[in-house]
């Protein structure tokens, strides 16, 4: 079984440019997250998506981050303009909602770094 | 709202050693507690799930148990080898399927 693909693996932006990254989830998984991690803490969830809906974005800085998951398989997440603050790992994950609290697994991650 | 704490920061131990892991949660009202491996530069890798319904579970040389009534879980490792080292992080999933992360704990393991 194919995990979750993430690309690219590496980014490094000048502040106030834009970037974006994408994800594929495991076949067949109704929900994706994407959570940020920022060095030397746990990684905190951005968005949630059930298949193509948006359960959760209370955290997502909505000024700068959006996402989309097209017909319910892919989701890009991108930022503009990029601060910063934004550097940090991107790690997307998927799992399979119907069974409660199924286990989640996770891409390798983007690592973006802001100049 | 759900926090989740690490307990230590940080761990060396000699090879061969047992160790254990500790995780705590504020809110009882989860779906299940997850214990994953972070190395270097790398995503997240999941070692082991325990449904709420659940005490324990075990894999190979990892066992992680879960006590919802004290809000905590602990992980142990048997044997330690040098090629467990690496970050291990636990998460609460509550809600709507999320997960609450702690900040981990970053185990080195001497030969």
């Known amino acids: 079984e194919a995990g979750v693909a993430q690309s690219p693996r590496y980014k490094i932006i000048e502040k106030r440019q834009s970037v974006a990254f994408w994800c594929n989830p495991i076949?067949?998984?109704?929900?994706l997250y994407w959570y940020q991690q920022i060095l030397g803490q746990g990684p905190k969830l951005l968005i949630q998506?059930?298949?193509?809906?948006?359960?959760?974005d209370s955290q997502l800085p909505k000024d700068r981050f959006s996402a989309e998951r097209l017909k319910g398989v892919d989701s890009t997440l991108k930022i503009q303009p990029a601060k910063l603050e934004d550097s940090a790992v991107y790690l997307c994950?998927?799992?399979?909602?119907?069974?409660?609290?199924?286990?989640?697994?996770f891409g390798q991650g983007t690592r973006l770094t802001v100049v | 709202k759900q926090e989740v704490t690490q307990i230590p920061a940080a761990l060396s131990v000699p090879e061969g050693e047992n160790l254990v892991l500790n995780c705590s949660f504020t809110?009882?009202?989860?779906?299940?507690l997850q214990w994953f491996r972070q190395d270097p530069g790398k995503g997240l890798t999941s070692l082991l799930l325990?449904?709420?319904?659940?005490r324990e579970q075990t894999s190979g040389r990892l066992n992680a148990s879960l006590d919802k009534s004290s809000g905590r879980s602990t992980l142990y490792i048997a044997a330690s080898q040098p090629g467990d080292s690496a970050t291990y992080l636990c998460?609460?999933?509550?809600?709507?399927?999320?997960?609450?992360f702690g900040k981990g704990t970053k185990l080195s393991v001497i030969p």
């Open positions: 994950a998927s799992s399979f909602l119907r069974t409660g609290g199924s286990e989640a697994f």
């Open positions: 076949s067949g998984h109704a929900t």
């Open positions: 998506f059930q298949n193509n809906g948006v359960v959760d």
């Open positions: 809110d009882s009202a989860i779906y299940n």
């Open positions: 325990i449904q709420s319904s659940q």
């Open positions: 998460a609460a999933g509550a809600g709507s399927y999320q997960l609450t």
